[in-house]
């Protein structure tokens, strides 16, 4: 068994994922990268070890239960356990609209990826997480799920009219809320990470962070000590506002 910490990042070929599995790996976590495509997914592996950095390749579709079997199985017999899971792989569902106009299945579409997938990946990995000593899960949010945010006319946020990605982002608060509580005595803390508007093909290339700054809070959580915070939700400048 491999003696490394080891962290598995959902939706890490690209974007902030992959700038979390860099992060990670130059903190000494051999990092699994999730992907849905295995062929993107090692070119960024190569991309990694290139830098110097221990990194494999793993094939997860995150709305595809037997993919998600097949990868836990996977971190089982090659690892034994799992000491971090990002939960990355989001969607902004091609047509996501205000919610007078957005057509239900595009509402489904969001939900399937961003809350379905999310807990099911999770259910799946919950096993090994537990065999580690103190494990972090990491859930990727946005401000566009805070109540207060987007509820002040004044805010950015709320001339944002993508109901789908904010609805489901809102739902992935309340697993992390949860699923914290459920997990209050075993030592793993779970925490989800607002990255902001980053330069990706979600947020749009003309977005003024870059992927690393948005990696650097769900990294921060991912390494975070046996006195950290459980249950919240946190941006670059601190805890987030529900």
Same mark, same amino acid.
């Given at each position: 068994m491999n003696t490394d910490k080891i962290a598995l990042v959902t939706g890490a070929n690209k974007g902030i994922g992959k700038e979390i599995a860099r992060q990670l790996g130059q903190a000494?976590? &051999? %990092? $699994?990268v999730g992907s849905r495509d295995l062929a993107r997914g090692? $070119? *960024?592996v190569k991309e990694l070890l290139a830098d110097g950095l221990d990194a494999v390749?793993?094939?997860l579709e995150v709305t595809d239960e037997k993919s998600v079997r097949t990868a836990a199985a996977q971190v089982e017999s090659t690892y034994g356990r799992l000491d971090v899971l990002v939960n990355n792989a989001a969607i902004i569902p091609t047509g996501d609209d205000a919610a007078s106009r957005i057509e239900t299945g595009v509402l489904r579409s969001a939900f399937e990826t961003n809350v379905i997938g999310l807990v099911g990946v999770t259910q799946a990995l919950l096993p090994l997480l537990r065999k580690a000593d103190r494990a972090r899960i990491v859930n990727l949010s946005t401000s566009l799920a805070s109540f207060a945010q987007v509820g002040d006319p004044e805010s950015? +946020? /709320? &001339? %944002?009219l993508t109901l789908g990605y904010n /609805? /489901?982002? *809102? *739902?992935?608060? +309340?697993v992390t809320v949860m699923l914290a509580n459920e997990l209050r005595e075993t030592g793993i803390l779970v925490n989800a990470a607002d990255p902001g508007n980053c330069a990706t093909d979600m947020g749009g290339w003309d977005a003024a962070r870059t992927p690393a700054e948005g990696a650097a809070v769900a990294v921060r959580l991912a390494t975070l000590g046996e006195d950290g915070p459980t249950g919240e939700v946190y941006a670059e400048e601190g805890r987030l506002p529900w």
């Open positions: 000494g976590f &051999t %990092v $699994l090692e $070119l *960024a390749g793993i094939q950015r +946020m /709320s &001339t %944002v /609805s /489901s982002k *809102a *739902a992935v608060n +309340m």
